[in-house]
């Protein structure tokens, strides 16, 4: 019984709500150091690489964009799932939260790959495995987002957004495996690579700083959308009283 | 400082990739707060409504 409360604890929306609201500036402000220090990592310390020359330094701002793309996919995908499964409120709460996040984000890693692109391809856009796929999961987030505002009813909007979301998930091991895969224009990945990495770590440890930094971002983002959510959801409960007290 | 700001040459490329970056972050952050913000108001509008209905 006991290993259980926890799960029912962070099924209650006031425990949710003021959890969130405590947590937020533990993630907001690590996420603002790590990411002015890769960027000033990233922009002025990392020498330019040997083939790309200063251009490479999008891959700081892209790679980041990229990871954040699928791992807010991920959050989104699993918490609709847990939503769906245990008919859990805080979970489509999460879930609901994570998509525009999750859309921005996959813009901007399409538009600065193909600002990386055009110098170093040659070419803006091209229909490869890795580009297409990915503009695919933008759909799939504008997909998602289109389906809850087109729903009045709250728990309607809940339970048909995660069926499509839980049914996206099949594009993500797609989107990463496409460089390998098949022949893409697009370039390895080396990060991944932790035996034998392909970056000195005066490179790669500006990257490391920006992926954890843009992840504790998206955390505080989550958490301050979540208590918004999670705020909508309720119709009832007399904690809101104390919760919109100023 | 031009030499930097120059960016070896690839500048048209680099800085609108870091200056897209910078408003996608931006945006997130009045995003969120804004539906925080939306949210308490439609809350409070709602336990308005009911205590007026009580008394």
């Known amino acids: ?246 | 400082m031009s030499e930097f700001l120059d960016m070896g040459g690839y500048a048209a490329y680099v800085w609108p990739s870091y200056g897209l970056t910078l408003v996608v972050v931006v945006l997130n952050i009045v995003w969120a707060r804004r539906l925080l913000a939306r949210s308490r108001e439609e809350a409070r509008r709602r336990l308005a409504m009911r205590v007026g209905g009580d008394t």
């Open chain 1, 1 to 246: 019984m006991a290993s259980w409360t926890w799960f029912h604890r962070l099924g209650s929306p006031p425990y949710i709500y003021s959890l969130a609201a405590r947590l937020t500036p533990w993630f907001a402000w690590p996420a603002a150091a790590l990411i002015l220090g890769g960027l000033y990592g990233g922009l002025v310390l990392a020498p330019p690489d040997y083939q790309q020359g200063d251009g490479f330094r999008i891959i700081y701002v892209h790679a980041p964009s990229a990871w954040m793309s699928l791992m807010v996919y991920m959050t989104m995908a699993i918490s609709a799932g847990v939503g769906l499964i245990w008919r859990m409120k805080v979970a489509h709460a999460v879930a609901a939260s994570c998509a525009p996040i999750g859309a921005s984000f996959t813009f901007c890693a399409l538009v600065t790959g193909s600002l990386w692109g055009q110098p170093m391809w040659g070419t803006f856009w091209e229909w490869d495995p890795r580009l297409t796929s990915e503009l695919i999961l933008l759909f799939l987030y504008l997909g998602y987002m289109g389906l809850r505002s087109a729903m009045e009813d709250v728990q309607r909007a809940d339970r048909s957004s995660a069926v499509l979301a839980v049914v996206g998930i099949v594009n993500v091991p797609i989107i990463h495996y496409s460089v390998t895969w098949w022949k893409s224009l697009h370039q390895a990945p080396s990060v991944m690579k932790l035996a034998r990495p392909a970056m000195p770590p005066s490179m790669l440890i500006p990257l490391l700083m920006m992926l954890l930094g843009f992840t504790l971002f998206f955390v505080a983002v989550l958490l301050v959308r979540l208590r918004g959510e999670v705020l909508s959801r309720e119709r009832s409960a007399s904690w809101i009283r104390e919760a919109v007290s100023p």
